[in-house]
């Protein structure tokens, strides 16, 4: 008896010292929950001992059975992980507040790109890099765990932004020639460093933006920028389907790449068959991708 009553005593103990903690949802929640069930079992137990008229045992043998909570419990050590936790959760709310900035940044550049305002694009570009190396970086460095998430959603923007400038205006930005460049940026021409999910996330995005391009160069009947385009397109598939493993989050995107290139290879058909007849027409493929 007197050995439940301290493995009674020590759950309480435990449970009211992890009522302090502030647990999302998660395992460790889970987890926590069923210390209640525990202490409910015990409690049960030593109900039901004391039904079978077992008394609780208060002479010398129970003193030595019975143990100093605090020997088993380190309550400063306790506490000092409770304010570790609080910090990082305070550290996780500035990065969630401070990534929507940059992924703002981002997505309005590649507007910007798609519309000609090259200058505020590149000056969108320069924000977003700025939030990422001035803002968000020390944060996950004091956090690595925090990278996963909100940070690797902003690293992917961005790179998607800095690849289809690129891919515009050549690696160096100065090309001046009406039409793209059709340059791709390596992990390695970045100035941030980046996972490679973060890199082939952005990369296969940025083939979505090469065929929203493709749609405006082929409305203009621009039947090189469209070759162009889906060669970009098909050599990014290529590239990622002879990949050994492809990370988790880059292959739910594999099939919206597949129908781009897809879509592509059909908007030029079209538009060969529309010069082989000499006519001038709106394929079905740059309507359809419009709408998209």
């Known amino acids: 008896v007197a050995s439940v009553q301290m493995a009674r005593n020590l759950v309480q103990e435990i449970q009211t010292q992890l009522l ?3 647990f999302r949802n998660g395992p460790l929640r889970r987890k926590f929950d069923g210390t209640k069930y525990s202490l409910k079992t015990l409690e049960t137990l030593l109900y039901e001992l004391s039904v079978t008229g077992m008394e609780m045992e208060q002479e ?4 030595k ?4 909570l605090s020997i088993l419990l380190d309550h400063q050590e306790l506490e000092s992980l409770r304010k570790r936790m609080e910090h990082r959760d305070e550290l996780r709310e500035t990065l969630i507040k401070k990534c929507r900035d940059g ?3 981002a997505k309005q550049s590649i507007f910007a790109l798609h519309r000609g305002d090259r200058t505020k694009a590149e000056k969108l570009i320069g924000q977003c890099e700025t939030c990422i190396t001035r803002d968000l970086e020390p944060i996950v460095k004091e956090e690595p765990p925090l990278r996963y998430g909100s940070f690797s959603n902003v690293l992917e923007e961005y790179v998607e932004a800095k ?3 690129a891919w515009l205006f050549g690696k160096d930005g100065k090309t001046t020639e009406s039409g793209a460049s059709g340059e791709l940026l390596l992990p390695q021409d970045f100035s941030i460093h980046l996972e490679p999910e973060e890199y082939l996330g952005g990369l296969c995005d940025l083939t979505g933006e090469i065929g929203r391009y493709a749609v405006q ?3 203009a009947r621009d039947k090189d920028e469209v070759k162009l385009s889906l060669h970009s397109s098909s050599t990014v598939l290529e590239e990622l389907q002879g990949m050994e493993r492809i ?3 880059v292959h739910k995107k594999m099939d919206a790449l597949r129908r781009s290139v897809e879509k592509l290879e059909r908007m030029l058909y079209e538009m060969s ?3 082989a007849t000499g006519r001038q027409m709106k394929t079905s493929t740059t309507e359809s991708m419009e709408v998209e």
């Open 103 to 105: 992924q703002k940044a």
């Open 20 to 22: 302090q903690f502030d």
């Open 217 to 219: 160069r082929g409305t």
């Open 65 to 68: 059975i019975k143990m100093d």
């Open 60 to 63: 010398p043998v129970s003193k």
């Open 247 to 249: 990370p988790g989050g």
């Open 273 to 275: 068959l529309s010069e």
């Open 163 to 165: 690849l289809f400038h």
